[in-house]
């Protein structure tokens, strides 16, 4: 679970927006964190498991930004870094 005081500095709001948004021709993109790059593929695998199939609405997105969100606090858990170390690069 993210410390309150790393979660007010980080704008989590501003920061699921970053990682998966709405691209022109209605799919989506990810721009992860440098340090998530490299497992790119397993959130992309993820998100089609739970929404291929379903239509493209803006509830669908906010859950696709929201599941992208904990996938990437949970990596950079993981890696021992704390969210704002890993959304910068910083290590």
Request: proline content about 5%.
């Amino acid at each position: 679970m993210t410390r309150l005081g790393e979660r007010a500095r980080i704008q989590p709001d501003d920061c699921y927006l970053q990682i998966l948004s709405q691209a022109d021709n209605g799919g989506w993109e990810l721009c992860l964190p440098p340090l998530l790059r490299a497992q790119q593929s397993e959130l992309e695998q993820l998100l089609g498991q739970v929404f291929t199939g379903r239509p493209t609405s803006p509830i669908n997105l906010a859950l696709a930004q929201q599941m992208s969100l904990n996938w990437c606090m949970s990596k950079c858990r993981k890696a021992g870094l704390s969210f704002d170390d890993c959304l910068s690069g910083r290590v």
